[in-house]
DNA sequence: AGGCGAATACTCGAAGTCGAGTATTCGAGA
DNA sequence: TCTCGAATACTCGACTTCGAGTATTCGCCT
């Protein structure tokens, strides 16, 4: 059996900080915390333990001992295996060298913004852009404080790298916003339209035919698709 | 009870294409191919059959009539509730207007990839960025193919928005890769020393001491972190 | 006429996710 | 010395996710 792992990327984590020395579960949430990990890899306690477990199943950490600390409850300490060690290696790997689709809400519900009408989509898509902005400033203002504390760049690559597709994702709602305030976009009009119709409450059916038969020209597409 | 909603975004595919007209779950997986929206919304039929159960026991949605044409097996055909209606414009308006942070399994690596040495990181780093490169030609072609068969760019939005973080993504990782092979990356000394440490076998503590005399002042930041 | 691959239409259960809840202990201040 | 909030260290179970598997039918090709 080729070693598995579970796809948690938490589990990663727990590998890596394993990887660096021994410790206990709650150690690793802890560092992880203190070492701002949280802001580019999820973590709750939940999935912590179960996914501390479901590594322990898989033989690619194991329980070290058991310790207790004062008058604290007791708690397990573990360490990555070799097997593990050569997995956090395997998909390392495979993450850095390898993209792969992710999924964002924010794309599904571009996807599915025709639902609502194009004026309530440009004042939304307004407010988003305010938000970024503000967020922008925030993300900017810890670059700031990390330059003056000296902490090197390679302790916030990951960060450096939100930013990036956070200036990206500005750069894409102002031009969005752009063209729907000029109404430019193409298949706007099909789009008003086809929202005019509902509020008048045409039946789906006619409102496709109608649609069909207003914007034969924008449709055309969608006929000749039978390939 | 304040209408709750399932937390995949499916679901809410569901409800615009409920909103849309009643189907059958089958027919909205097929529709969601047809129009593309696999590439943002990920569609999965175990996924697909649970999320319209859970929206149907919310009363977002409910069995409008089971039919059975030729002698296919019976099929449910479902309708929106005047509360999913509702739920669904929420949905929309919260996503659209309100970003919220999206983990990515790439910047959980980043954040990671410390664990493997720089010079394997160059290396991986390069293969990705061929690999984008080669995603990029795809979808530009996927752009080009749009325009000659005149689909409205209302259509494809969602497909702009990903090509946009694509290219960002691509900026990026040749700015990294460039700091990488200079050697220039803040803190990469550092990273080379502690890898060279871990490969004589010296162990995790002794690593940690000499690192933080070698590096004193890179490790400063540290230090005072006690606040 | 019949065979076979693509499309139709789901089902199932193992695994993973999540946040709220619990119980304890430490330490600063009144 | 007492208290109270923050930190420590998890547990629980309801809910989701997922992909592989199943069973059928349509329609093209020979």
Same mark, same amino acid.
């Given at each position: 059996?080729?070693?598995? !792992? ?14 660096? *020395? ?7 949430? &802890?560092?992880?915390?203190? *070492? !701002?990990?949280?802001?580019?890899? #999820?973590?709750?306690?939940? &999935? ?6 479901? %590594?322990? #199943? ?9 310790? !207790? /600390? ?36 924010? /794309? ?45 760049? %390679? ?10 597709? %956070? ?16 109404? &430019? ?7 008003? *339209?086809?929202? /005019?119709? !509902? ?10 035919? #109608? ?17």
């Amino acid at each position: 059996m080729a070693a598995t !792992r579970p796809s948690n990327p938490l589990a990663l984590a727990v590998l890596v900080l394993l990887w660096e *020395r021994p410790m206990h579960p709650y150690e690793m949430s &802890s560092t992880l915390r203190e *070492r !701002r990990k949280e802001d580019s890899i #999820k973590l709750n306690y939940g &999935s912590l333990y179960s996914v501390v477990e479901s %590594l322990r #199943k898989r033989g690619l950490i194991e329980a070290a001992e058991t310790v !207790r /600390e004062g008058r604290r409850p007791e708690r397990t300490v573990y360490a990555i295996t070799d097997i593990g060690a050569q997995v956090m290696v395997d998909w390392l790997v495979e993450l850095l060298s390898t993209p792969k689709k992710e999924f964002t809400q924010f /794309e599904a519900a571009l996807s599915l913004a025709g639902a609502l009408p194009p004026e309530q989509v440009t004042e939304l898509l307004g407010q988003r852009l305010r938000n970024l902005r503000f967020h922008q400033k925030a993300v900017e203002a810890v670059f700031e404080e990390a330059r003056t504390v000296k902490l090197p760049r %390679l302790f916030m690559i990951e960060a450096e790298f939100s930013a990036a597709l %956070l200036t990206a994702e500005i750069a894409f709602v102002e031009q969005l916003l752009g063209e729907l305030r000029a109404g &430019s976009l193409g298949g706007f009009a099909l789009w008003q *339209r086809m929202h /005019e119709l !509902r509020r008048a409450g045409v039946p789906p059916e006619e409102i496709d035919a #109608k649609l069909d038969a207003e914007f034969a020209d924008e449709l055309a597409f969608a006929r000749d698709e039978s390939t």
